[in-house]
Nanobody, 115 residues
Framework: QVQLVESGGGLVQPGGSLRLSCAAS????????MGWYRQAPGKQREFVAR???????ESADSVKGRFTISRDSSKNTGYLQMNNLKPEDTAVYYC?????????WGQGTQVTVSA
């Protein structure tokens, strides 16, 4: 019923940029908090950024000033703009959508930052 599909990951050099997309179906993204999480090899999944229905955003200290979360209601799609990427940003990035009853997750998109 609800499906989230991430895209935009890939291989990028340190200092480069990527924009991740999260296309949603079954729910209207702007009605619920939407977030991005990431999981690096051997590490727990961690919070990256979140946008609330009122447009307020929050981000993890590790990405503040570099990553920006946004959404486009006309496309029912969320975005994560990632600038000045560092090797430690390498991870699988997951989109999520919180509703009153369920938290939905996408399958993830790989981001690799390496020279």
């Amino acid at each position: 019923q609800v499906q989230l599909v991430e895209s935009g990951g890939g291989l990028v050099q340190p200092g480069g940029s990527l924009r991740l997309s999260c296309a949603a179906s079954g729910k209207i993204v702007s009605m619920y908090p939407m977030g991005w999480y990431r999981q690096a090899p051997g590490k727990q999944r961690e919070f990256v950024a979140r946008i609330r229905p009122d447009g307020n955003t929050e981000s993890a200290d590790s990405v503040k000033g570099r990553f920006t979360i946004s959404r486009d209601s006309s496309k029912n799609t969320g975005y994560l703009q990632m600038n000045n990427l560092k090797p430690e940003d390498t991870a699988v990035y997951y989109c999520n959508l919180n509703t009153w009853t369920t938290t939905y997750w996408g399958q993830g998109t790989q981001v690799t930052v390496s020279a």
